[in-house]
C-alpha cells in the first residue's frame, strides 16, 4: 500500500513565555518596531505591540547559527 508523503502534523501551537528585557534592548526593540512600521506605511498595531517581533528576531537569529544547526542535525540523527 502506498504511503503519504506527510506522515506527522508537527506540534505549532504556540507556548506563551514572559520575558524581562534590560531597559536599553526595550527601547531598542520598541525603536525596530518604529522604523519598521514606518517603512510598511505606518504599521500603528507593531509600534504599539513590538512583542511581536520577538519571535521572529529569535527565529532568524537561529536558522542563522551554524553551529546550532549541526548540533540539531547531529541530534536528530542519533534518534
Sequence with gaps: MDKLRITEIPDSRPVRMTIAFPADIHRDLLLYARFLAEENGGDANLGKNPARLVPIMV????????????KRKEQSEKQ
Aim: aromatic fraction near 16%; hydrophobic fraction near 50%.
Design 59 to 70: 527565529a532568524r537569529f537561529i536558522e542563522r547559527d551554524r553551529v546550532f544547526l549541526k
